[in-house]
């Protein structure tokens, strides 16, 4: 079977086919085509390479006012992808879909009420749903009939028990939608099942924090294979520090500058695009600069650094009290599994619970690898971020069922 990924983000849009005969594999296979394309204003980065290794780069100019995702996807593909990703040659397209709200939980097969509810989320995720919808119209022009499935980053979270998603706001609250949902979830649960496979083979009743740490940040605490909290909420602003999210605030502050004048749309800017690593080193919001920047001596590049820390350190204390211990910590996405510096930060005080980092391990760059010491209480992994693989693994599974009856 051919899967077609499309995990469409606010500012770039990821492409990825992948191929899975009858038995899924084990691990994640390598897809036989993979495209990204990176939003700057009105213009695009478009990079793609083939399993064989063969590299595509254009620069493109976006035109306002079509779907960008129409714009960029047919240009993508207009260069080699035709002959690879051809509408005949794909058996189901997977959509990676930001919010699900209360409603979805599993993957589905995509219909035009499945399409309206993601619609009508849309207002729980602006900068996401609408995307992602766009692209569930183009693959629809372009390829008709081809079954399409949402897979839901918030479907993981579904299981997360009442007083981890109510918040102590009115009651009321709840029957309109607002509620902590969770994000990162296709991650999350790939992480964890990963790291039970690394473990032992089996989930049982294994206590895991996966961290999610990259552009985005999130963290879940996950007891036998079920989430049972995590830091973001009602929208991904919630919980940690992030590239240029502000993670939680305390309240007060916005409605102190609402007094002073400030809109919400003016407040959903600032803590969305103008917070964080970026707004507090005043250099970037990419962990590299930060940390290069900090070993250079530059004081808000180390204070944005040591921020970053401290609520990571809150976080993984808060994860680990809710699930009573912990069997494994997991670091994961582009800081998680890139740096170094943050992964020996986070764990350097939880010693008391028994976790013990190997340094030498922790510096050296393989994939998918525990970092701590034989005799560590705790297991400490890193784990390759394979959002792509677990939707094309989803998609597989859904549409093997429904063939097989
Ligand atoms: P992601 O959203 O998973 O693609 O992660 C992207 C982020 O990972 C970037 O913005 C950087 O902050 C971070 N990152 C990537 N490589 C490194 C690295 N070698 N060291 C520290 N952070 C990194």
Not at 252 to 266: H, S
Not at 368 to 374: A, E, G, K, L
């Amino acid at each position: 079977m051919k899967i077609l990924v499309l995990n469409a983000g606010s500012s770039s849009q990821k492409t990825c086919l992948y191929r899975i005969e009858s038995v899924l594999p084990e691990h994640p296979s390598v897809p036989l085509w993979e495209g990204r394309i990176q939003l700057d204003g009105d213009q695009a980065e478009i990079r793609a390479k083939d399993s064989r290794g063969a590299t595509f780069e254009d620069s493109i100019k976006v035109q306002q006012g079509t779907s960008s995702v129409a714009q960029l996807l047919d240009n993508l593909w207009s260069q080699k992808a035709q002959a690879v990703a051809a509408p005949s040659a794909v058996d189901v397209v997977a959509h990676r879909i930001v919010n699900g709200g209360s409603e979805f939980k599993d993957p589905a097969l995509i219909t035009p009420e499945v399409k309206t509810a993601i619609a009508r989320m849309a207002s729980l995720a602006p900068l996401h749903n609408s995307v992602e919808l766009d692209g569930i119209e183009f693959i629809e022009k372009r390829f008709g009939s081809v079954p399409q499935v949402a897979v839901f980053d918030t479907g993981f979270h579904s299981s997360l028990p009442e007083p981890a998603y109510v918040y102590p706001g009115p009651y009321e609250w709840l029957a309109r939608g607002i509620r902590r949902y969770g994000f990162h979830g296709i991650n999350h649960q790939y992480c964890a099942e990963r790291a039970a496979q690394l473990l032992s083979g089996e989930l049982g009743s294994l206590k895991i924090v996966t961290c999610h740490l990259g552009n985005g940040c999130s963290l879940a605490a996950v007891h036998a294979g079920q989430s049972v909290d995590t830091t973001m909420g009602f929208t991904p602003l919630e919980g940690l520090m992030m590239g240029t999210r502000s993670g939680s605030l305390d309240p007060g502050i916005l409605t102190y500058l609402m007094r002073q004048g400030f809109t919400g749309a003016q407040l959903d800017e600032l803590l969305n695009r103008k917070s964080g690593l970026l707004a507090i080193s005043g250099i970037s919001g990419d962990m590299r600069e930060i940390v290069n920047a900090m070993k250079e001596g530059h004081p808000r590049a180390k204070l944005a650094f040591e921020i970053f820390v401290h609520r990571l350190r809150s976080c993984i204390g808060a994860m680990i009290a809710t699930l009573g211990g912990i069997d494994a910590l997991v670091f994961t996405a582009g800081i998680g599994e890139n740096s170094p510096e943050v992964r020996a930060e986070a764990c350097a005080k939880f010693g008391f619970l028994g976790v013990e980092l190997d340094s030498v391990k922790n510096a050296q760059p393989s994939q998918d690898r525990d970092i701590s010491q034989s005799d560590s209480a705790v297991r400490v992994f890193v784990v390759r971020a394979q959002e792509d693989w677990a939707m094309a693994k989803a998609a597989w599974k859904l549409l093997s069922t429904k063939v097989g009856g």
